[in-house]
């Protein structure tokens, strides 16, 4: 059975999360330099504009909600969810 187009993309969200969080400790969150890591490589373009590592440790804290200073797959998530959505709204207005 063929996989939609959103059910690809979900599988594809999930693997590059566990891809990075199975690096060390525990493989169900990302540690920082995993979520670094994770952040540089999978969206380059993103990272071009944090120019420093105080921007990237106030990201990790941002998406720290429960505050064991690692990100578990929800956290993760929501931080996909603000970038899509920042995504949607500037496309939408550069149609205008």
Known sequence: MTMTDLETSMATIIAVFQKYSEREGDKHKLKKSELKDLLHDELPDLMTHVKDQAT????????????????????FMTFISVVTVCCHEFFEHEDE
């Open 56 to 75: 990237l440790d106030n990201l990790m804290e941002s998406l720290d909600t429960d505050g064991d200073a690692e990100c578990d797959f929800q956290e």
